[in-house]
Nanobody, 123 residues
């Protein structure tokens, strides 16, 4: 499984970015897929997870209403649209397969992931 996140960059607070996740060696529509991020000096944080069964997507509270996941199974690609970005969104973002979300505990878990893409939100 090879996953490659792209689309990161430098953006001002309030701006938008769209991250892409291209997969090879795996058919994404067979997997729950999500995103997590890791800011410098901080622990990994789950951002989102999309189920395969019905496309339901879970988001961490801090991005709810600002970030939106989508997927195109024909293109074997997943996107993360990020709007109204905040400085605290600065991190390396990774896409990952086999994600799950435990709603009662607010916990995400992830299986395999590849190289991330850096998002920097700064004026």
């Amino acid at each position: 499984v090879q996953l490659q996140a792209s689309g990161g960059g430098l953006v001002q607070p309030g701006g938008s970015l769209r991250l892409s996740c291209a997969a090879s060696g795996v058919t994404l529509d067979y997997y729950a897929i999500g995103w997590f991020r890791q800011a410098p000096g901080k622990e990994r944080e789950g951002v989102s997870c999309m189920r395969t069964s019905d496309g339901s997507t879970y988001y961490v509270d801090s991005v709810e209403g600002r970030f939106t996941m989508s997927r195109d199974n024909a293109k074997n690609t997943v996107w993360l649209q990020m709007n109204n970005l905040l400085p605290e969104d600065t991190a390396v973002y990774y896409c990952a397969t086999d994600c799950s979300y435990i709603a009662t505990r607010g916990l995400f878990s992830f299986g395999s992931w590849g190289r991330g893409t850096l998002v920097t939100v700064s004026s």
